[in-house]
């Protein structure tokens, strides 16, 4: 399996707290293509920034995906989502746009995002979003033992 030479993983870690880029995410060969299965990335501690208050949103990131030929290298991952630690956005936009530039990078046969925001104001934003359709005969697991503070 031949993969780019430049890739993160094993090198020296640069972060960029407020400019995320889908520049950011790398790609690497699935090691099964041949077999549809469910990847499951988990970000308990997501975080960005209000774009009008400026105070900081927290959230728990889900992302499921069957993959095509790539998989998302996770520490490539990691650096992306942490590029939105003072990132201007609302949660729905932060949400969506990570499901839309992990589609761009790796062109999955299926996807979902599920980002649970954490309340402010005492309401908290869950935001769902699901690309393609799921394969058949791929087991995907439920979120309903998922639950966190103030809910």
């Known amino acids: 399996m031949k993969q780019k030479s430049k890739l993160l993983l094993g090198k020296k870690t640069t972060y960029n707290y407020n400019n995320p880029s889908p520049k950011t995410l790398q790609a690497v060969d699935n090691p099964h293509q041949n077999t549809d299965y469910n990847i499951r990335l988990t970000c308990p501690e997501f975080t ?3 774009p009008i208050t400026s105070q900081p949103d927290f959230a728990h990131i889900i992302i499921d995906y069957v993959p095509n030929n790539k998989i998302i290298e996770s ?3 990691k650096l992306y989502l942490f590029s939105y630690r003072n990132h201007g956005a609302f949660h729905e936009n932060c949400t969506i746009q990570i499901a839309k530039d992990i589609i761009s990078t790796i062109k999955p046969k299926w996807l ?3 980002g649970y925001w954490f309340p402010r104001g005492g309401i908290p934003i869950d935001i769902f979003y699901q ?3 799921l394969p058949k005969n791929v087991w995907i697991a439920e979120h309903n033992n998922y639950s966190y503070r103030a809910r």
């Open 131 to 133: 690309h393609g359709d």
């Open 75 to 77: 520490k490539s991952l």
């Open 48 to 50: 960005s920034i209000c």
């Open 112 to 114: 979902r995002i599920c």
